[in-house]
């Protein structure tokens, strides 16, 4: 046979010759027979070989191959009841080792996430670690699914920046052609040049880089963010609508498509969360938890993570569900952009979702009337020079307008039950990681 079987569909080539490309997984070397498990992407299977003595020329690769060799195996696919591997086994005809592995692996099952890192794409080689990344694919498609049949538009801005875009500590500076740029911390800025654009709804999958000096599971100083903004809004209310809708399906795809293996593989269920998803504004929710025990140090005004745990406790004991929002921050803890309801300047227009006790998403409705957003900004120290590139596109009629911003890795990180966004990175980027 020529061309390449994947060994998941071996069982419809019994008593055929088959080729298998993959991996050698698991070395078995016997007095007369020799075993071996080779692994491609879709599953694993026995090679059985009975030794041949001298001049066998596949006896004497078995015997010399090393764990982790990219391997090329011509064989007949025969049914072996004994076997526990879908109850069949190939006889090798002829075994190539494309890429002899060095003995020795630098990892092994007891590595810690360090070392994995250090070699992620031997780690990537396990299958539960490459799960993550299949998965991944599926939201964002989904995701792309849900833009689509809304009217959205995919778009890609520029990730090097004159200013900052956010608050301006967490900025990453690039040195520029004799002057400074800022890799963007977020497209916000342009996002909403878009709406002002006259693009109705738009949207963007990109990287997103934060100077943040972060350790935690869920911090990262490279991210993927999912970004969302919608113009003629009448309300934060559409946006949060729109994200409870493209996270419904988002999870109904996952669960259809990899349900099965991520229990088996990782251990997590994929639960299809159901709308309207529970809102809390944050003094109700900053008052219940006080009531309930909880005490922040200093003056809170905002939720910690151990507040935004017990939320989620309280949250999932009311009403049974995993995600909760959470509303109307005050002004003071959000960006000069943030609209604020009629009479009501202290508060914002804002929201946070939380799922499973962790801040997934920010968004907010923004401040659309040229005026208005100049005097916020001010309020908040700014200096309005820096920001006239963006503060223009306020002044020739911008429609109300909302959005949010949603990090990946956290996201998949809650899905797939994983301890750390480290799991859920393809290759993670912290402050004491540049590489691989
Ligand atoms: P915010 O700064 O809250 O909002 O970011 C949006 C979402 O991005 C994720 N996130 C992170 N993920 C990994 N590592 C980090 N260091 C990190 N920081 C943030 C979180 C967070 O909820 N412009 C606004 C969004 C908007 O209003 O549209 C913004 O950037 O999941």
């Known amino acids: 046979a020529t061309g390449r079987t994947l060994i998941r569909e071996l069982a419809s080539h019994l008593d055929g010759t088959v080729t298998v490309h993959g991996w050698i997984d698991t070395l078995r070397l016997q007095r007369r027979m020799q075993f071996v498990l080779v692994r491609d992407h879709t599953g694993l299977v026995q090679l059985a070989h009975r030794r041949g003595g001298e001049g066998d020329p596949i006896e004497a690769v078995l015997d010399t191959v090393t764990v982790e060799s990219a391997v090329r195996i011509t064989g007949?696919?025969?049914?072996?009841?004994?076997?526990?591997?879908g109850g069949l086994e190939i006889v090798p005809e002829r075994v190539e080792v494309l890429a002899a592995a060095e003995s020795g692996l630098p990892i092994d099952e007891r590595a810690g996430l360090d070392q994995r890192l250090d070699w992620r794409f031997l780690d990537l080689r396990r299958p539960s670690r490459r799960l993550v990344f299949e998965v991944q694919s599926t939201v964002e498609r989904a995701m792309r699914a849900v833009a689509a049949e809304g009217g959205f538009t995919e778009l890609h801005t520029p990730k090097l920046m004159g200013a900052a875009s956010e608050s301006g500590a967490?900025?990453?500076?690039?040195?520029?052609?004799?002057?400074?740029?800022?890799?963007?911390?977020?497209?916000?800025?342009?996002k909403q040049?878009?709406?002002?654009?006259?693009?109705?709804?738009?949207?963007?999958?990109?990287?997103?880089?934060?100077a943040e000096p972060s350790f935690t599971s869920r911090h990262a100083t490279e991210f993927t963010g999912v970004d969302?903004?919608?113009?003629?809004?009448?309300g934060?209310?559409?946006?949060?609508?729109?994200?409870?809708?493209?996270?419904?399906?988002?999870?109904?795809?996952?669960?259809?498509e990899h349900g099965e293996r991520i229990a088996e593989l990782l251990g997590a269920e994929v639960v299809v969360p159901k709308a309207p998803f529970p809102r809390i504004t944050l003094a109700d929710a900053m008052a219940r938890l006080r009531a309930g025990g909880?005490?922040?140090?200093?003056?809170?005004?905002?939720?910690?993570?151990?507040?935004?745990?017990?939320?989620?406790?309280?949250?999932?004991?009311?009403?049974?569900?995993?995600?909760?929002?959470?509303?109307?921050?005050?002004?003071?803890?959000?960006?000069?952009?943030?609209?604020?309801?009629?009479g009501r300047p202290e508060v914002t227009a804002s929201f946070d979702l939380l799922w499973k006790g962790v801040e997934i998403t920010?968004?907010?409705?923004?401040?659309?009337?040229?005026?208005?957003?100049?005097?916020?900004?001010?309020?908040?120290?700014?200096?309005?020079?820096?920001?006239?590139?963006?503060?223009?596109?306020?002044?020739?009629?911008?429609p109300p307008h909302g959005g949010f911003?949603?990090?990946?890795?956290?996201?998949?990180?809650?899905?797939?039950?994983?301890?750390?966004?480290?799991?859920?990175?393809?290759?993670?980027?912290?402050?004491h990681r540049l590489e691989p």
């Not at 967490?170 to 342009?190: H, I, K, N």
């Not at 709804?201 to 990109?206: H, N, P």
């Not at 939720?303 to 109307?328: I, K």
């Not at 911003?405 to 402050?431: C, D, Q, V, Y």
């Open 76 to 85: 007949k696919v025969l049914a072996n009841p004994q076997v526990r591997l």
């Open 170 to 190: 967490e900025v990453f500076p690039v040195e520029y052609f004799g002057r400074t740029a800022y890799l963007a911390q977020s497209p916000q800025f342009y």
């Open 193 to 210: 040049m878009a709406i002002a654009g006259g693009i109705d709804r738009v949207f963007e999958i990109g990287p997103v880089f934060r």
């Open 228 to 234: 969302v903004e919608m113009a003629w809004v009448d």
């Open 236 to 256: 934060v209310e559409e946006v949060m609508e729109f994200e409870e809708r493209m996270l419904r399906r988002v999870l109904a795809e996952v669960h259809a």
């Open 294 to 342: 909880w005490d922040p140090e200093g003056t809170a005004v905002d939720l910690d993570p151990a507040g935004e745990r017990a939320l989620a406790a309280l949250a999932a004991e009311e009403s049974g569900h995993e995600f909760v929002f959470v509303t109307e921050y005050p002004a003071g803890v959000r960006p000069f952009y943030h609209h604020r309801p009629p």
């Open 362 to 398: 920010t968004g907010a409705q923004r401040e659309h009337r040229y005026e208005v957003l100049c005097a916020q900004a001010r309020e908040k120290g700014m200096e309005l020079g820096p920001l006239a590139r963006y503060l223009d596109c306020f002044r020739y009629g911008t």
């Open 405 to 431: 911003g949603l990090g990946l890795a956290r996201l998949l990180m809650l899905l797939l039950g994983l301890p750390s966004i480290r799991e859920a990175t393809f290759l993670f980027r912290g402050p």
